[in-house]
Every structure is written in structure tokens, then in C-alpha cells.
């Protein structure tokens, strides 16, 4: 089955701090699409990036970077620098190809940046 | 902005009442999701159209409908409403609805049942 675990349910940082979003995932297909979502306080929901499970290659834009490894199930996230503008919700998510076109939502982290 | 968009933004209504949310997706997106968000439940996913078809059902109550129209515009449709109903809604939208489509998420409804 689907799972999604965002351990951490809040984290503080003051400004240009780096943080890491912890993401551990489960599933029995082996073909599966991972993705990072940021919920700011207006409270939309943006897509920030998106894996799939051939690709291991870690990705980097900007501050945000980006490590998926396999053996140990895991899609971390990680800011460099924080700014205040990064304070947010951010969910992590997991969309299987045998899956039924569901997508499973972490519960997400919510992201303090004190300037 | 997204490109998608919900209508009506807040709603108060009380239990036993029901209530329709509205949902007009992305320009050229055929696939509209509609999500739960509450304090204690996380983000919920609740149903999938394709093209005017259901693709997927979540966690989505008897009470709860929802339907696509010929011009790909949704609508979720809450009856017998629950105080615990209360949450925001929100729609999103994707191109094709497969898999590794992202989703285009809608600025939401928030629901308040009395």
C-alpha cells in the first residue's frame, strides 16, 4: 500500500539557515512518481518538483535541492539559505503507476523562517 | 495563479444542509482531482475525473458526489452535511491525470458547518 511519512511535524530556523524536509515513502510498484508541494500561508498549493522512480539523480534549483534515495525509500528536501518567503507547508507526495491514479499526501512540515 | 479556479471561496452553512463547490480547471488540463485539507486528517484525497469520467475514488463519503461536465468544469456536491465536514476543499487539475502529471492546485473552499 501508499504511504507517505513526513515526520516532522514543524521546524523553526532563523533566516539563511539550511533546513532538510525528511520524506519516507512506501510502495510496492516499481514504477512510482514522487513530488514536493508548497502550501504557503495564502494557502494554494505549488508544485515544486517531481521524481520518478528510474531517476536517482539529485536535482538542484536555486536553493532548493532535491535527494531521492531508493535503498532507504527517502525524497528529502533540502533549503539553502533560508528566507523568510520559505515559511510554508510543504508536502511531500507519492503517485504509484499501478496505483489507480490515486496520489498519497504526506501529513507535511510545516517550515517557521525567523528573520 | 494557477490557472485553476474555485468558486465559492468561503461557505457557512449549517448541519444538515447541502452544498455544491465548483471547480473550473486549468486552459487544456482534461483531469480534475478534489481534495480534503482538515486540521486533523491532512491533505485527503477524494476523487479523480478524466474527460468527464471517474478515474479514482479515495477517502470520499457516501454523502459526497461529484461530477465532471462536457466542458471539463466540476463540481463537488456535500449533502447531510457534519460539523465535521468542516475543511477546506480544494480542486486541482492536470493535463492528462496519469501518474507523473503534477497537479495545479486551486486556490480551495473553505467549508464551515455550524
Known amino acids: 500500500a501508499q504511504k507517505v511519512t513526513q515526520a516532522q511535524t514543524e521546524i523553526s530556523v532563523v533566516e539563511k539557515e539550511d533546513v532538510t524536509l525528511d520524506c519516507v515513502y512506501e510502495?510496492?510498484?516499481?514504477?512510482?512518481?514522487l513530488f514536493w508541494y508548497k502550501q504557503p500561508p495564502s494557502g494554494e498549493l505549488v508544485f515544486l518538483i517531481r521524481?520518478?522512480?528510474?531517476?536517482?539523480q539529485n536535482e538542484i534549483s536555486g536553493r532548493y535541492s532535491w535527494n531521492f534515495q531508493k535503498s532507504t525509500s527517502s525524497f528529502n528536501f533540502t533549503i539553502t539559505a533560508s528566507q523568510v518567503v520559505d515559511s510554508a507547508v510543504y508536502f511531500c507526495?507519492?503517485?504509484?503507476?499501478?496505483?489507480?491514479?490515486?496520489?498519497?499526501f504526506g501529513a507535511g512540515t510545516r517550515l517557521f523562517v525567523k528573520a | 495563479d494557477s490557472g485553476v479556479t474555485q468558486t465559492p471561496k468561503h461557505l457557512i452553512t449549517a448541519t444538515g444542509q447541502r452544498v455544491t463547490l465548483r471547480c473550473s480547471p486549468r486552459?487544456?488540463?482534461?483531469?480534475v482531482y478534489w481534495y480534503q485539507q482538515s486540521l486533523d486528517q491532512g491533505l485527503q484525497f477524494l476523487i479523480q475525473?478524466?474527460?468527464?469520467?471517474?478515474?479514482a475514488k479515495g477517502n470520499i463519503l457516501e454523502r459526497f458526489s461529484a461530477q465532471q461536465f462536457p466542458d471539463l468544469h466540476s463540481e463537488l456536491n456535500l449533502s447531510s452535511l457534519e460539523l465535521g465536514d468542516s475543511a477546506l476543499y480544494f480542486c486541482?487539475?492536470?493535463?492528462?491525470?496519469?501518474?507523473?502529471?503534477?497537479?495545479?492546485f486551486g486556490p480551495g473552499t473553505r467549508l464551515t458547518v455550524l
Open positions: 486541482a487539475s492536470s493535463s492528462t491525470g496519469d501518474p507523473y502529471n503534477e497537479q495545479f
Open positions: 510502495t510496492r510498484d516499481t514504477t512510482y512518481y
Open positions: 521524481r520518478n522512480s528510474f531517476d536517482e
Open positions: 507526495a507519492l503517485s504509484e503507476a499501478g496505483g489507480g491514479f490515486k496520489t498519497i
Open positions: 486552459s487544456g488540463d482534461l483531469s
Open positions: 475525473y478524466y474527460n468527464g469520467e471517474e478515474r
